[in-house]
């Protein structure tokens, strides 16, 4: 069965620091969507590509994070520089557009920063 | 805005007890309803959904019926076992393939 990947699955950084985290869809997916875990609470949207195109990153923190699909395939969500609230899971999910069609998730990036 | 609202937890059980999970969904248009899981220490899975008024979901003995005239998705199930311990969130996707998750509900099954 097809799955969504992400790496790594857990991360330690120090804040100040650089750290990227990647994400690979279901094949045919062309919706990918980032979201933040904060433990205990439900996932939020960071930021959402159709195909290539940014289509949502209102709740983007812009000025450290950066997201990136230049193939319309994977993607790539970094954060520079990291700071002590960051720390959280970060899950990548897929679709099909449209909005019958439910999203697929990965495995999540747990962050730890320190 | 749309928003997805769902009883706080945590729920607890004892094994073989009666489960009610109530959620009750704002949405312009009609969104697609879905029930995730997330087992401890692990990503979300897809659990069930509904994609339009009066559909019924279901997988793994848990059941949850489109309600548009209530605006509801409340997800149950007959006979809980210890397994079934986890968070459930509920959610939607709008029309603009957006989706929202409530806060999620934490459930104990006691043995």
């Known amino acids: 069965e097809a799955e969504v990947a992400q790496s790594p699955r857990y991360k330690i950084t120090e804040k100040s620091q650089a750290v990227a985290f990647w994400c690979d869809p279901i094949?045919?997916?062309?919706?990918l969507y980032w979201y933040r875990q904060i433990l205990g609470q439900g996932p939020e949207l960071l930021v959402q590509f159709q195909d290539e195109s940014v289509v949502d990153d209102s709740q983007l923190p812009k000025d450290r994070f950066s997201a990136e699909r230049l193939k319309g395939v994977d993607s790539t969500l970094k954060i520079q520089p990291a700071e002590l609230g960051d720390s959280a899971m970060y899950l990548c999910?897929?679709?099909?557009?449209?909005?019958?069609?439910?999203?697929?998730f990965g495995p999540g990036t747990r962050l730890t920063v320190t | 805005g749309d928003s997805v609202t769902q009883m706080e937890g945590p729920v607890t059980l004892s094994e073989e007890a009666f489960l009610t999970i109530n959620c009750t969904y704002t949405?312009?248009?009609?969104?697609?309803l879905f029930w995730y899981v997330q087992y401890p220490g692990e990503g979300l899975q897809l659990l069930l959904k509904?994609?339009?008024?009066?559909d019924k979901g279901s997988n793994k003995g848990f059941e949850a019926t489109y309600r548009k005239e209530t605006t509801s998705f409340h997800l149950e199930k007959g006979s809980v076992q210890v397994s079934d311990s986890a968070v459930y969130f509920c959610a939607l996707k709008n029309r603009d393939d957006k989706i929202i998750f409530g806060k999620g509900t934490r459930l104990h099954i006691l043995p």
């Open positions: 949405a312009t248009g009609y969104p697609s």
């Open positions: 509904a994609t339009k008024a009066d």
């Open positions: 094949s045919g997916h062309a919706t």
């Open positions: 999910a897929s679709s099909f557009k449209g909005s019958i069609y439910e999203q697929y």
